[in-house]
């Protein structure tokens, strides 16, 4: 059902013009770890519209435990079994991955933890790398590109944005790890593969981006710089900590 509405979604009313490179990567059978860049909250939903579309496998995600705990989203999560993280306590979230991978099934991962507001690639989290080598599968680079016409941090994104947005979706070589391997090292590697990739898609966008808020500082664009950002999140959580 979620894969239906994607299709009419993307292909049919928004009418999105995806570019793919290097879906060869994901393995026709087998499990993988696809570690995503994060730039728009609808990323997951074009990686698994692609990866339907050209081989027909479906993608298991992790996703936070606040979206899990909302009434509506939270049980359509649950029916398409993707799996809650809680941010502060995730040994649980880990080890269902482990399994899940061990069972063969692809896992999605946002490895930044949360939308990148600079449209760059965050320093990332280890659990990606750890995963994947406690599962003994290879790690999968994805960046995706254009994503943040649809929904992102700090903007609210208009149909006229929406409507026939270019998206790049590119998945880099797959990367193979183990137990012997330093995960810090590893996750380092995945990165540098992650950055390449997104310059690549950004040089080759088909939109110019500058001033524009959907474009990095660095590349003349209007969006906050890393460290900007940064801070906004920082005050962020300590809003909603204080919430709690």
Known sequence: MAVGAGRVLFGGVLRLRPTVTGAEAIPPSGAAVLAITHFGYMD????????????????RFLVTKRAADKPVVGWLLNKMRHIPVDLEAGRDAYTNAVTALQDGELLGVFPEAGVSASFTVRELKTGAVRMAAAAGVPVIPVVVWGGQFLRTKNHRASFREAFRAPIRIAFGRPIDVSTADDPVAATAALRSDLIALLDDAQATYPLSGAGQWWQPAHLGGSAPTPDVAAARDEERRRQRAAGR
């Open 44 to 59: 997951f939903a074009l990686v698994e519209w692609v990866a339907w579309l050209r081989t027909r496998r479906r993608i």
